[in-house]
């Protein structure tokens, strides 16, 4: 069986997929991917985040076109067959896949790299065939188009040598390799290629300049297919009991398609509704270390965005450019962003960033304890003596924390805007997100709670914060009371709630607070 044409890799792992459980139907893609073969838009890159199902899209077009394993059975189930193109190109092509993370057994050099891609394919192409095989041809090209037959290229994980640093000196000449295999080539049908970093441009442009892009930043087509939205989520979990699609939604929702539809993280859906537990699977692979790496090229300018998203408070910005394979790294903060939305770290959609979903605030929680922040680092580290001093109604301690941070360096925290004292005390319970669903600005009684905290555990009580600049925490208390911001806890039968009034004097410059119990 040869090794990258026609071989059965792609065909027997789609086979698995589309039986299992879980799986979800993407396969409209392929009509869409049909309107590009033979055409000059034949050449199609489109990246993504780890995880965010490439591979399983990639897999499911090589089982779709290939001629040598017939798949109708699988695909006459699926939303393609009711589509006119289904049946024109279902089966009809030979297909050379490359992974392009195959490093060669002997030898590590680029020259190494490229003769084992080379190599396998001669090697395929003289199987298929034999004619050919006493031919002396000058080069890969030249081979392929003696064959006088057409294929479609299928290329995963393109970014392989960028994203790993490998061969550093030859990454052009990697980009110049596959434009002169592929470009204005009559063999090629169909160029799939897929990876997560864009592919670099030069100041002529791009080598791959007749691949048509389609990226985290500039999506308008093929978005939907990476990720699930909020409708396939929600069929996702009528398959399984123990989820529901808001926990499901908490913990993993929040990226948008280029027309604002929900986008949820699918790597971390499917194993969370597997294992009947929402908790973090995608940052298991490194994200951490990714999250501090990008903040600390530029910690000072970047800072107080953090804090602001942290909050929940999208962060405007305009990002042109995109951060592209064999780029160095990020140097100002529209770099650090661009980076940080092309591995999925961020959301970005109508010039607002934004942290995703929990399981990426976690990681955003865990890196502002990192000693670069400072005194944001030493009060986040510390947060949770603040929750306990609520608890506890030691209003002295929530003072002194308080204070601490306001006296910081940061100056989002200076209580500049409407925002900052809000943010202070979301930094000084950050802690109590794993305790506590915190709500900001809640609609509950006869007005808007600026904090409630409903409990996640039943022996936890209710929280409830009231903010005043140039007021008094008994003012505070007293409108708590008054409007009733204790409905939503009642009704969800949280019987014992905790009520603050956290106040801040603008002239002397002091905290106040005062708790009870409602």
Known sequence: MAVYINSN??????????????????????????????????????????????????????????????????????????????????????IINLNMNCLPDNGNSYSDYTAL?????????????????????????????????????????????????????????????LRYLLKD???????????????????????????????????SLFDEYFGFTE?????????????????????????????GR??????????ALINGKCRSYWTKTGKLDEVLFFLKYNIGDVRDDVIKMVNHIPVRLEILDEYTAGQKSPSNREEIYAAMIIYGLLSYHDGELRIPNKELMLEFQKALKDDDFGAVAKLVRNSDEVLNATLDQRADIVVAYLHDIHNSEIPILKYNDEN???????????????????????????????????????HLPGIILELKADGTP????????????HEKLKKVSVEKIVIAGICYDRASKEHQCRIEIL
């Open 420 to 458: 900052s004292l809000a943010c202070v005390v979301t930094l000084a319970y950050l802690s109590a997100r794993n305790k506590y669903r915190i709500e900001r600005e809640e609609k509950s009684g006869k007005g808007f709670a600026d904090f409630i905290f409903y409990p996640r555990k039943s």
């Open 231 to 259: 409708e396939e989520a929600a069929a996702l979990c009528t398959r399984q009991s123990n989820l529901s699609l808001q926990e499901i939604a908490e913990w993993y929702n929040g990226y948008l398609a280029d027309d």
């Open 262 to 271: 929900k986008i949820y993280n699918p790597r971390s859906v499917i194993l």
């Open 185 to 219: 080539r009559p063999y090629v049908a169909l160029a799939y290629m897929t990876g997560v970093l864009p592919i670099k441009k030069y100041s002529t442009g791009s080598a791959l300049n007749m691949f048509d892009e389609y990226t985290m930043l500039n999506d």
């Open 9 to 94: 890799t792609a065909y027997k792992d789609f086979q698995m997929l589309s039986s299992d459980k879980f799986f979800v139907d993407k396969s409209l893609i392929i009509d869409k991917v049909n309107e590009r073969i033979h055409t000059k838009n034949r050449c199609l890159c489109i990246t993504k985040p780890r995880r965010f199902g490439k591979t399983s899209v990639l897999n499911m077009l090589g089982a779709y076109y290939g001629k040598s394993y017939p798949s109708s059975a699988i695909f006459d189930q699926l939303k393609i067959s009711h589509c006119k193109s289904y049946t024109v190109h279902l089966n009809q092509y030979n």
């Open 117 to 177: 891609i080379k190599g396998t394919i001669e090697d395929d192409i003289e199987a298929l065939y034999p004619e050919l095989k006493r031919a002396s041809f000058r080069s890969l090209p030249d081979l392929l188009t003696a064959t006088k037959d057409e294929f479609i290229f299928f290329i995963d994980e393109w970014d392989y040598i960028f994203s790993h640093d490998l061969y550093r000196e030859n990454h052009s000449d990697f980009l110049e390799f």
């Open 474 to 485: 008994e003012e505070a208390i007293r409108q708590i009371r008054d409007k009733e911001y």
